[in-house]
């Protein structure tokens, strides 16, 4: 599968954003079966998990720095996964990259290591 995230920028402290992530699956494959996440990179820093989605796109898992402001959606139909980002504030500016897998349990859908696949990433940068 090869993704392609979208939709970052510069936005103010309070702004948002909508990050869009669309995945290109072998025909016999259907998107529905990877679960799929984004994590972040700010500079000097190591990657860290922002948000996982399940392949129904059920209760959708957050890291506690984003809870209550970023949501991810998916959209199977599109084989696209959505992370709203609202009330964004600096310490959120970092590259965000989405990931996706298929063989993954719920216990390690958080962590970096579970995913193969990545996409380019997208930049989002949050002015004070």
């Known amino acids: 599968v090869q993704l392609q995230a979208s939709g970052g920028g510069l936005v103010q402290a309070g702004g948002s954003l909508r990050l869009s992530c669309v995945a290109s699956v072998a025909s016999e494959v259907s998107f529905s079966v990877y679960v799929m996440s984004w994590f972040r990179q700010a500079p000097g820093k190591e990657r860290e998990f922002v948000s996982a989605?399940?392949?129904?796109?059920?209760?959708?898992i957050y890291a506690d720095s984003v809870k209550g402001r970023f949501t991810m959606s998916r959209n199977n139909a599109k084989n696209t996964v959505y992370l709203q980002m609202n009330t964004l504030e600096p310490e959120d500016t970092a590259v965000y990259y989405c990931?996706?897998?298929?063989?993954?349990?719920?216990?390690?859908?958080?962590?970096?290591?579970?995913?193969?696949?990545w996409g380019q990433g997208t930049q989002v940068t949050v002015s004070s």
């Open positions: 989605i399940k392949r129904s796109g059920t209760r959708p």
């Open positions: 990931a996706a897998d298929r063989q993954i349990i719920t216990s390690s859908m958080a962590r970096s290591d579970a995913y193969d696949y």
